[in-house]
């Protein structure tokens, strides 16, 4: 291979690669289309900005290996000629989906009951995407010069072509210690910083109760402050006992809501059994209804999980929740890695399990469990159905269980023939139910057994539906028949669809109520009406606890 081809394959200013300002720009319009979320411009432009870098990237890669392999390249005149063909080429990609932006992203916002925007902002767009281009090739530059560095030098050794490739491997080597061991590192430690003083911190808001009943109380087994940020708005948030008899026309109690934080106690086992204990202490096991409740990352309980369950039990319900982290879900999936809230979840159901068996049967309250998003993952991860089998909990009721819920994708993979993956039906549906934003829980022949257990997901929930398989593979999500909040406009396309849901993950919660990863307490309420099966409710209660739900903007 001459010298020339060498300096030229590694000058750190060369001209642009021409097959990856093309597909740069075909990456960059793919990165506009349809997704499940719409995306505000500021976001919408990162995405194609990073889309555009891995496009040009992969160009410049094909690029490099014609080069290596010592193929014949366009030179001088000819070069010079392909060279603005090809950015004349990129640029009129480019233009086509800037002109096709707000369309896509109308009908996005259609899908998830959103109004249209005027318009997408395709300059804002272009000149975010630019920057994000721009930041991210001056990294592909600096590593191509760290390779180019290493092989000129390994070439005074060893042939050409043996010391390019392991300067390939020394270069991503140093980058990734560059960017996971100190850049990433330090980031994470400061988010964790940051979250931890949130969660410490005690508002003028959150005054500390008198109620002996409630946790943080004087009375209480765990402290105030101990409880967290989280914790602490749970612990006062609830319906009293006449605001709940008020929507259900008839006597209610106070419902109990235990709270433990992860100052509380040193360790998951301490702080189960400081909740058991607590639970004892204000009389949970006299309730009729036992609820488990394993928070999200934060320890955050959703009030419209929670409030449906105390109206639709009249106040005469008992719950339980743990926190173990006070993270953010993703952050907290990024940086458990030791599955520290299974291991809390996992130690808590047995606590009160455990207790709550050796009570009479008939005077025992029913065992329920719930969790929303992570709180789903670790609550199912805490169940071993062998220990529970011979004394069964009555239901659980899981919501927007994330992809990498092992329980949740087995039944869905398992679901029957013929049933989409956002609406399955799982066997003779005597155990396992799911619904959606309708509901789809009465399935006709079905009966439920002795454990009821509901799904609810929203087809439109990246968090739930997220594949990571996706840049290579067509997501059941996108087959026909689709959900009723997913675009028909959205197509699957390599690559690009596995980016423009990871960034739905990050916006799932900026949608309206009861669509992405925002459920509705109207949906929680006919989730929870099924699981639990109270005698003396019908149609009429439902709608009224429904409207009520909804005043509250939940």
Do not use: C
């Not at 940051?194 to 009375?219: E, H």
């Not at 003396?536 to 009520?548: C, M, N, P, S, T």
């Amino acid at each position: 291979m001459a010298a020339v081809d060498k300096n030229r394959r590694w000058k750190f200013l060369s001209r642009p690669s021409t097959p990856g300002l093309i597909l740069a720009a075909a990456v960059f319009v793919a990165a506009l289309t349809p997704s499940l979320i719409p995306r505000p411009w500021p976001i919408q432009g990162a995405l194609a900005g990073i889309g555009a870098a891995i496009g040009y990237m992969i160009g410049a890669a094909l690029t490099g290996i014609w080069a290596y392999l010592g193929l014949a390249m366009p030179e001088g005149r000819a070069a010079r000629g392909v060279f603005r063909t090809g950015a004349a080429v990129a640029a009129a990609i480019a233009l086509y989906g800037l002109f096709r932006a707000t369309g896509w992203q109308n009908a996005v916002h259609a899908a998830v009951s959103l109004p249209p925007v005027e318009s997408a902002f395709p300059v804002s767009i272009a000149a975010v995407a630019a920057v994000f281009f721009l930041l991210l090739a001056v990294i592909g530059r600096a590593f191509r010069l760290v390779a180019g560095s290493v092989a000129r030098w390994l070439e005074r050794f060893m042939p050409p072509r043996l010391s390019l490739a392991i300067a390939l491997v020394v270069a991503a080597a140093f980058f990734w210690t560059v960017g996971n061991g100190l850049l990433m590192a330090n980031v994470l430690a400061f988010l964790d910083r940051t979250y931890a003083r949130i969660d410490q911190m005690v508002t003028p808001d959150q005054p500390r109760p008198d109620d002996p009943l409630k946790s943080g109380s004087p009375a209480s087994l765990t402290r105030w402050a101990d409880l967290g940020n989280m914790g602490r708005d749970y612990v006062v948030a609830g319906p009293d006992a006449a605001e709940i008899a008020a929507v259900t026309g008839g006597p209610a109690k106070e419902p109990l809501r235990v709270y433990v934080g992860l100052n509380s106690a040193e360790t998951p086992q301490e702080r189960a059994r400081l909740a058991l204990d607590e639970l004892i202490r204000i009389g949970a096991f006299e309730r009729g209804w036992l609820q488990i409740a394993t928070p999200t990352g934060t320890g955050w309980i959703d009030p419209a999980a929670q409030m449906p369950v105390e109206f639709l039990t009249r106040g005469d319900i008992a719950t339980v929740a743990v926190q173990y982290s006070y993270l953010p879900s993703w952050l907290t999936l990024i940086v458990d890695r030791s599955g520290y809230g299974a291991e809390t979840a996992r130690e808590v159901f047995r606590a009160v399990y455990g207790y709550w068996r050796t009570l009479p049967k008939d005077r025992r309250p029913r065992l329920y469990l719930s969790g929303l998003s992570l709180g789903s993952v670790n609550g199912q991860a805490a169940l071993d159905l062998y220990d529970v089998i011979a004394d069964p909990f009555q239901g659980a009721l899981w919501v927007g269980p994330p992809f990498a819920n092992q329980t949740w994708r087995e039944l869905t993979e398992g679901r029957n023939k013929g049933t989409p993956i956002w609406l399955p039906t799982f066997r003779d549906s005597s155990v396992v139910r799911f619904t959606a934003q309708e509901n789809h829980l009465a399935v006709p022949g079905a009966v439920w057994g002795p454990m009821r257990i509901v799904y609810l997901q929203y087809a439109s929930d990246p968090i739930v539906f997220f594949r990571e398989d996706s840049w290579r593979h067509e997501p059941d999500y996108l087959k026909e028949p689709r959900g009723p909040d997913v675009s028909p406009k959205m197509q699957w396309i390599p690559v690009v669809t596995f980016l423009q849901t990871m960034v739905d993950m990050v916006i799932a919660t900026t949608v309206p109520l009861g669509r992405g990863h925002v459920y509705a307490a109207e949906d929680y309420a006919e989730a929870w009406a099924e699981v639990l099966a109270v005698p003396g409710q019908d149609d009429a209660f439902l709608a009224r606890l429904k409207a009520h739900l909804a005043a509250k903007g939940i």
